[in-house]
């Protein structure tokens, strides 16, 4: 019984909710009183992890780095978290920590500062932000709590908890980006319907030539956007109909541009979306880019859906359309003095061939906040590491 104290104490400080989850605290002590084992928890949930797997595979990597976003940006009144979700939350934390070294360690650096945007003062917040420092560094969340305090606006505390997470002077680190940028103030829709739409900016000290070059679609699969793009390349058709092998449902390449060159074609993409979801989407896209001295504008649209597969069901039948809209622009535009504007507006519209088992108003309100995620890491993918 000693060991449900805290867990109690947890619970009332309303970390999970306030009605819902008393009457959830009450029935759990009943639970706890009449036990004939030892601890309060179930004994089919195990304990949250304290050290390093053994290894973090790219699946339980993104899995993680999407569980903390969501989390992050979830709103009040989502419902309360089970125990089962606080350990997975934990375990998250970890998991991203001890993946950095080959995922790139400003993933982890985004986490912790979305999720310190939520709150240094939420108990399970305060947890997950703690799970994601570094044994040695312990004192590091003191600092978070002591900064965003007095701050209530969500995005006034991302601004300042970025700044703190991402100083000048780790710039350059290993898995951080080589050039500094402004906070990106992403914002996310609340996914009406099928559809979920994103959009961030910043500025960023280079060239707009650096970003041609680093957004050109047949660069994605080959920098720090591979991790989500393992497969770009120009798109081959006869006539009016794409040459796609029905057996891989993979468009036929043509030969490849020079990397920032001007575009007037299509592309087939493979994405990984930024979900918790074992899934991908295969795509043609439509893109067209217009460059001048000082400005890059890519536009794209979906041109055909090829398939999709979403986590514990096998891939839709080759042809079988997985979006219905996949839009969006990209803007560099130079500032002087060597730094550029970069903006990024992207939507993405699901159809209904996943149900019954995956309704498209779901796997878009999951697209949000994995656009989300995506769209914050921007300088990661413009300034890339050598060893992404």
């Not at 989502?78 to 991203?96: C, D, F, K, R, S």
């Not at 703190?164 to 940028?181: D, K, L, R, Y």
């Not at 720090?224 to 468009?251: E, M, Q, R, W």
């Not at 979900?275 to 001295?293: G, R």
Request: glycine share 6%; net charge negative.
């Amino acid at each position: 019984m000693v060991g449900c104290v805290p867990s109690l104490q947890t619970l009332n400080r309303g970390c999970y909710g306030h009605g819902v989850m008393r009457r959830w605290t009450f029935q759990f002590l009943l639970v706890c009183l009449f036990a004939t084992t030892l601890g309060c928890l179930p004994p089919h949930l195990p304990s949250p992890l304290t050290e390093c797997p053994s290894s973090v595979s790219p699946l339980t990597f993104r899995r993680a780095l999407f569980r903390l976003y969501k989390f992050a940006l979830a709103r009040d009144g989502t419902g309360p978290i089970t125990p089962a979700q606080h350990i997975e939350l934990v375990n998250a934390a970890v998991e991203v920590r001890c993946g950095v070294g080959r995922y790139g360690e400003f993933w982890r650096r985004l986490a912790l500062a979305r999720v310190a945007a939520r709150s240094t003062t939420d108990q399970l917040a305060l947890e997950v932000e703690r799970a994601l420092m570094p044994p040695s560094d312990g004192g590091f969340v003191a600092t978070l709590i002591d900064a965003l305090g007095p701050i209530t606006d969500l995005n006034a505390r991302f601004v300042v908890a970025y700044g703190i997470v991402v100083p000048t002077e780790s710039i350059g680190a290993p898995g951080m980006p080589t050039c500094a940028a402004t906070t990106p103030p992403t914002t996310k829709s609340d996914a009406e319907k099928a559809l979920a739409t994103a959009q961030t900016y910043m500025v960023l000290p280079v060239p707009v030539s650096q970003i041609e070059t680093t957004m050109d679609p047949q660069a994605w699969s080959q920098g720090c956007a591979s991790s989500v793009f393992p497969d770009t390349h120009i798109a081959h058709k006869t006539g009016l109909l794409y040459n796609v092998d029905p057996s891989t449902c993979v468009a036929q390449a043509d030969p490849p541009f020079p990397i920032g060159s001007a575009w007037n074609a299509d592309l087939y993409e493979k994405f990984v979306p930024m979900t918790y979801s074992d899934a991908f989407l295969k795509n043609i896209i439509t893109i067209t880019t217009f460059e001048t001295p000082s400005s890059y504008f890519m536009q794209y649209n979906l041109n055909k859906s090829l398939q999709g597969q979403m986590e514990g069901d096998p891939p839709l039948r080759c042809g079988t359309a997985a979006l219905y809209k996949d839009d969006g622009f990209i803007l560099g535009y130079a500032l002087g003095g060597n730094s550029s504007l970069l903006a990024v507006w992207k939507e993405v519209m699901y159809s209904d061939n996943f149900e019954p088992k995956h309704h498209a108003a779901d796997l878009a309100s999951d697209a949000a906040a994995g656009l989300h995620l995506f769209l914050d890491s921007a300088p990661f993918m413009v300034c890339c590491p050598s060893t992404p």
